[in-house]
């Protein structure tokens, strides 16, 4: 099992600990950095910046949200970082929710999301092989567009620049079943969210049955402490956030997945708290045992134990969320 670094997105500004940190994961032999976007920061100039202190690390987006590009746009954005760092990048895409699609990208929520992400990826890997000029006769992507209010005037065409690699990774953040397992038909690798090890069956039947060479990249928290509820913490109000706050009351993506894991009284609580305006209390609502599954908190010797079932599954890269260098130091010399 491989380790990454995830880095997140920005707060209300740069951490200046980002570039160190990648750093020090270089230096101790992680094997890929990776960056998010919400509404502030975009994942892919911080990828840039750390790719110019970096020499050997791969860096990949967990995850750049498709509403805010167009393919092609996603697609320029990759090719022109794998140029820039020497064939490094990773491209993990994800279709984020109706509340952030139409709240903050303007753009209405796609009716059929298997199908936005299929064309999706379809027009970013035709871009990325340069065979041909990008054609797709898509619903929700089409190339070139031919919609009433056109111009009739759109050309087919393939990029100027010839991508370093055709066949550069394109991963997916996908949590419901049948996202699942169209990930596991149309990409490289799948980021999952909240994973748990002991929990496979929570994301469908194409858990038991990847192909060859397919990654499993999931995020989790990883602190070594020596206190594990004060170490859960942050997991907790990470999970308050996203459970109670990322999503309506009546579709919640986040929610919905921590249902199927075998919370769904408490999922339901916390998004009621959130909603009221009670945050404090949607955190503390957070079962410890959910968090705990879902991350690597406490002392050193529990990590190493706890550390095995995730070795034991499909999970081929952990993409840790580490907050200190002691902390990626430890998981390093656990995991070799």
Not at 224 to 241: R, S, T, Y
Request: proline letters at 9%; one cysteine or more.
């Amino acid at each position: 099992m491989r380790l990454g670094l995830a880095l997140g997105y920005w707060g209300r500004g740069p951490s200046a600990d980002h570039v160190p940190l990648a750093q020090e994961a270089e230096r101790l032999g992680y094997d890929t950095v990776w960056t998010a976007e919400s509404w502030g920061s975009d994942a892919f100039t911080p990828l840039t910046w750390i790719a110019a202190h970096t020499s050997r690390i791969r860096m990949g987006t967990a995850v750049a949200q498709m509403a805010a590009r167009s393919p092609t746009t996603t697609a320029m954005h990759a090719l022109t970082l794998d140029h820039l760092s020497g064939g490094r990048m990773l491209l993990g895409l994800g279709l984020s929710g109706p509340q952030v699609v139409e709240g903050w990208y303007g753009r209405p929520f796609p009716k059929s999301p298997l199908t936005a992400t299929r064309e999706y990826v379809d027009v970013v890997r035709q871009v990325l092989r340069r065979e041909a000029p990008v054609e797709l006769a898509g619903r929700f992507h089409p190339h070139p567009y031919r919609g009433p209010d056109g111009t009739g005037l759109g050309k087919a065409l393939r990029p100027i620049t010839h991508p370093l690699r055709p066949d550069l990774p394109v991963l997916l953040g996908a949590e419901g079943p049948k996202n699942v397992a169209q990930t596991v038909r149309i990409a490289d690798g799948w980021l999952p969210l909240y994973w748990a090890p002991g929990r496979p069956e929570a994301y469908g039947p194409a858990v038991a049955d990847l192909p060859p060479g397919f990654l499993v990249a999931p995020m989790a928290q990883v602190r070594v402490c020596d206190d594990v509820a004060e170490g859960l913490l942050p997991v907790k109000a990470m999970l308050g956030f996203y459970i109670g706050g990322m999503g309506h009351a009546g579709r919640n993506f986040h929610a919905d997945l921590m249902a199927r894991m075998g919370y769904e009284g408490q999922a339901l609580r916390i998004q009621e708290l959130f909603l009221a305006g009670r945050r404090e209390e949607a955190v503390r609502a957070v079962p410890d045992a959910f968090a705990d599954e879902i991350s690597l908190v406490g002392p050193r010797e529990r990590i190493a134990e706890r550390l095995q079932a995730w070795r034991e599954g499909p999970v081929t890269d952990l993409l840790a969320l580490a907050p200190d260098p002691h902390t990626l130091r430890v998981l390093a010399e656990l995991n070799s």
